[in-house]
């Protein structure tokens, strides 16, 4: 109603029209890069060509190829793009070029989507490991209710998801406030390689962990797009979200219980609440 009065009858129909059109497009791509890994899975363990296309997507966006443009390659980086692809065929390696061209194009028409999620939902998600993914409609409605004022989104936070799957609360926090820092951390490698993948090809700048974050213990970090564009791994002692938590349990609490003698005091003063919790 609000297209109506504003724009004009025909102005809001053009608008309804130009979205119909995106998401069709999106959703075409996104099913032509399903039926690509159900092609692929007839010879080969689906998530085996699940994982292996991640990890060749997260190696083709490495920063070295990016920066010099394929003129120079990283030794590590080949090296694991080179046993990842070990028992593919040349039909099988060129669908996988085919599924990276579908979802950056799907992502181009509905940005801040999580296709590759889904995919996992469908065919891989892990009861034992608690692998429900929240809903994206749900999470769009949380990032929502996070930020105070969304005319002016905070800039140059640090926005943490400790658990956080493919990913999705904080694309959906990015899609209203994308100048932040993100960091994210997965027990699982798949998911936080697929949440790798997923903060570069929407453009979000942070870090991504493979560990327990209750630990503290991460055993591989992802940099993405910071000091350039692209994907690079850094040890996990140099990993600034590693840096931050790390330092929040240098000085623990004794574990064991002392005795300490309880005063009970009666104030007059009233408690704040105009303060309301930070979440970020």
């Known amino acids: 109603m609000f297209w109506v009065l504003v724009f004009g009858a025909d102005d809001c129909i053009t608008l309804l029209t130009l979205t119909s059109m995106k998401q069709s497009i999106a959703y075409k791509h996104k099913k032509e890069l399903f039926d690509i890994f159900d092609k692929l899975s007839r010879t080969q363990d689906r998530h085996r060509v699940f994982e292996d296309f991640i990890t060749c997507a997260i190696c083709c966006y490495h920063r070295t190829n990016l920066v010099t443009n394929l003129h120079f390659k990283d030794e590590e980086n080949e090296a694991l793009y080179q046993q990842t692809i070990k028992g593919y065929k040349k039909e099988e390696l060129r669908l996988f070029g085919e599924a990276l061209g579908h979802l950056s194009l799907q992502i181009d028409k509905h940005p801040y989507s999580d296709p590759l999620g889904e995919y996992y939902e469908e065919h891989f998600s892990n009861e034992r490991l608690g692998q429900f993914f929240t ?23 640090t926005i943490n998801d400790p658990c956080c799957g493919s990913g999705r609360l904080l694309l959906a926090y990015a899609e209203l406030a994308p100048k932040n820092y993100f960091f994210a951390n997965d027990i699982s490698l798949t998911l936080a390689k697929l949440c790798t993948l997923n903060f570069f090809i929407n453009g979000l700048q942070g870090e991504v962990c493979w560990g327990d974050s209750l630990k503290v213990e991460y055993k591989k970090v992802w940099r993405i797009n910071m000091l350039g564009v692209g994907i690079l791994p850094v040890p996990p ?3 600034i979200g590693f840096s931050v938590q790390a ?7 004794s574990t064991q219980a002392k005795k300490v003698p309880i005063k009970v005091q009666h104030s007059e003063t009233k408690p704040n609440t105009s303060e309301q919790l930070k979440l970020f």
């Not at 409605?141 to 936070?157: C, F, N, R, T, Y």
């Not at 330092?247 to 609490?253: D, H, I, L, R, T």
């Open 135 to 157: 809903p994206m409609e749900v999470c769009r409605a949380m990032a929502g209710m996070m930020i105070v004022d969304l005319e002016s989104p905070p800039e140059e936070k």
């Open 237 to 239: 002692e140099q990993s």
């Open 247 to 253: 330092s929040q349990y240098q000085e623990k609490p």
